[in-house]
């Protein structure tokens, strides 16, 4: 009888222009994710725990707080469908997120299904409610108003990553918060032209990063990734993720 060899490159459906999660769906069906939870309009929102059941050094990646950077969605379910197919050695603990706004993906809009920006709706100290409604940054009327804000707020209470790397697109950077410069400039050496800078150039009230990373004192990068199809994307910066995960674990 033939020997059963683990297949190299997960077979997973190409990224379709109308359905950014199909590939990620289709992951689920193959492995059962380890959270989930619900978005507004009731899509999955899915959590996979990786790597050594170690609780410490555990990262957090997360994708696609906007839907109109499916880049980000497309890279991490990649790297997730990778991990899972064939599991990088020692992988240190990790869990991936690869779509935190699923309903603004299936529309195209950076907000989610309520109009609201994720990036915005976080309960920091300098949380607006004062952007207008129509705005793209309107962040909610209340901080944690969201479905997804919420869903991964208990994510972190529950899993206490020791650091998060959020994936974003299109400016080619990585942006940090709190105490993460070592991480930024070790990951930046492994991307190709992409600056470390801590000013990601406007004002973020209500962001993410400024609630775990000021003000918890998280490393937080928000690694803001070229627009480029995901072919062009995977043989660098798949490697780049895992390289994130990878570093100074032991400490
Ligand atoms: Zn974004």
Request: hydrophobic share 35%; net charge negative; with cysteine.
């Given at each position: 009888?033939a020997?059963?060899?683990p297949?190299?490159?997960?077979?997973?459906?190409?990224?379709?222009?109308?359905?950014?999660?199909?590939?990620?769906?289709?992951?689920?069906?193959?492995h059962?994710?380890?959270?989930?939870?619900?978005?507004?309009?009731?899509?999955?929102?899915?959590?996979?725990?990786?790597?050594?059941?170690s609780?410490?050094?555990l990262?957090?990646?997360?994708a696609?707080?906007?839907?109109?950077?499916?880049?980000?969605?497309?890279?991490?379910?990649?790297?997730l469908?990778?991990?899972?197919?064939?599991?990088?050695?020692?992988?240190?603990?990790t869990?991936?997120?690869?779509?935190?706004?699923?309903?603004?993906?299936?529309a195209?809009?950076r907000?989610n299904?309520?109009?609201?920006?994720?990036?915005?709706?976080?309960?920091?100290?300098?949380?607006?409610?004062?952007?207008?409604?129509?705005d793209p940054?309107?962040?909610?009327?209340t901080?944690?108003?969201?479905?997804?804000?919420?869903?991964?707020?208990?994510?972190?209470?529950t899993?206490?990553?020791?650091?998060?790397?959020?994936?974003?697109?299109?400016?080619?950077?990585?942006n940090?918060?709190?105490?993460?410069?070592?991480?930024?400039?070790?990951l930046?050496?492994?991307?190709?032209?992409?600056?470390?800078?801590?000013?990601?150039?406007?004002?973020?009230?209500g962001?993410?990063?400024?609630?775990?990373?000021?003000?918890?004192?998280?490393?937080?990068?928000?690694?803001?990734?070229?627009?480029?199809?995901?072919?062009?994307?995977?043989p660098?910066?798949?490697?780049?993720?895992?390289?994130?995960?990878?570093?100074?674990?032991?400490?």
């Amino acid at each position: 009888m033939a020997r059963v060899i683990p297949a190299i490159e997960p077979t997973l459906p190409v990224p379709s222009p109308t359905n950014h999660l199909t590939p990620l769906h289709a992951l689920q069906q193959q492995h059962p994710p380890t959270e989930s939870g619900q978005s507004v309009q009731g899509n999955p929102l899915l959590a996979w725990r990786l790597g050594a059941p170690s609780p410490t050094v555990l990262t957090l990646v997360v994708a696609a707080f906007h839907g109109d950077e499916p880049e980000s969605a497309q890279l991490l379910t990649r790297w997730l469908a990778t991990q899972l197919a064939t599991p990088t050695p020692n992988l240190p603990p990790t869990l991936c997120i690869p779509a935190l706004n699923p309903d603004g993906l299936l529309a195209n809009t950076r907000q989610n299904a309520n109009g609201i920006d994720l990036n915005r709706n976080w309960p920091t100290t300098n949380f607006d409610s004062t952007t207008p409604i129509n705005d793209p940054y309107f962040g909610g009327h209340t901080p944690a108003s969201e479905a997804e804000t919420q869903w991964l707020q208990g994510i972190i209470a529950t899993y206490q990553p020791a650091r998060i790397l959020s994936l974003h697109t299109p400016y080619r950077v990585v942006n940090y918060d709190g105490p993460a410069t070592d991480w930024a400039e070790y990951l930046s050496s492994q991307l190709p032209n992409y600056p470390v800078t801590t000013d990601i150039g406007y004002p973020t009230p209500g962001s993410f990063g400024t609630y775990y990373g000021v003000e918890r004192n998280l490393p937080v990068i928000t690694l803001e990734l070229i627009e480029a199809p995901l072919a062009e994307l995977w043989p660098t910066h798949g490697p780049a993720i895992t390289a994130a995960c990878q570093f100074n674990s032991t400490t």
